[in-house]
């Protein structure tokens, strides 16, 4: 199998992932992987259990038309913004996952409620403000709440974007992120959280930068 083959299959099985992970059902949200000069994406439209591998479209980075016999996905114009504006990022995951989108659909920011905020690489995780989906000015957005280093946001009335150097990783933090927008709306229903100041989160992000980390050898 080529690499690129065994990259398709794996937007395919990251895709397929986002239900029993709690992340979405049916058709919601979206994955993506840099590829080459551009990405490969999941289609619109297609059920994510009856994706081949021929169905992944690329797109290329410059804007040129995308490429593969189905449409890319509606929100491909984010992938395609967060790919350009962050080279360091190889993998995307965008879900409607429940707590991430009932905390969207409040406007809030995840503050620094608890420490593993940081593993979306922020002192927080800003929420985008609401535009049409599949819009450049949503692209903007979302370009925007990812900011500063950020690998995480929330997008105002809609979900999450996750992303990472991998499609696991990616997977890996919009787990997080929903697990943190749970807790962070139990919290608020006990009363107002109390945040970690800003010394704290830069000890907690400097930590991060080995975090999970094993010697080699």
């Not at 690499?3 to 979206?30: K, Q, Y």
């Not at 989108?101 to 002192?123: E, I, K, N, Q, S």
Request: glycine share 8%.
């Amino acid at each position: 199998m080529s690499e690129e083959a065994a990259l398709r299959r794996a937007v395919i099985e990251t895709a397929l992932a986002l239900g029993p992970a709690d992340l979405g059902v049916n058709r919601s949200g979206n994955v993506s992987a840099r590829w080459a000069d551009g990405f490969l994406v999941t289609p619109t439209g297609v059920p994510y259990e009856a994706l081949e591998p021929e169905d992944i479209a690329f797109v290329p980075l410059d804007g040129a038309a995308p490429q593969g016999r189905l449409l890319p996905s509606s929100e491909t114009p984010f992938h395609l913004a967060i790919y350009r504006a962050r080279p360091e990022l190889s993998a995307i995951v965008h879900s409607h996952s429940p707590h991430a989108t009932a905390l969207a659909c409040t406007g809030r920011d995840v503050p620094p409620f608890h420490y593993m905020v940081a593993a979306a690489g922020g002192v927080s995780i800003l929420c985008a403000p609401y535009a049409t989906f599949g819009s450049e000015e949503l692209s903007r957005h979302a370009v925007e709440a990812l900011a500063e280093g950020r690998r995480a946001c929330l997008l105002a009335n809609h979900g999450q974007i996750a992303c990472g150097a991998s499609l696991p990783k990616a997977l890996e933090l919009a787990r997080e992120v929903e697990m943190l927008a749970r807790q962070y709306l139990l919290a608020l229903q006990a009363g107002e959280p109390v945040l970690l100041d800003a010394a704290e989160m830069a000890r907690v992000l400097e930590k991060f930068r080995t975090y999970g980390r094993q010697p080699q050898g």
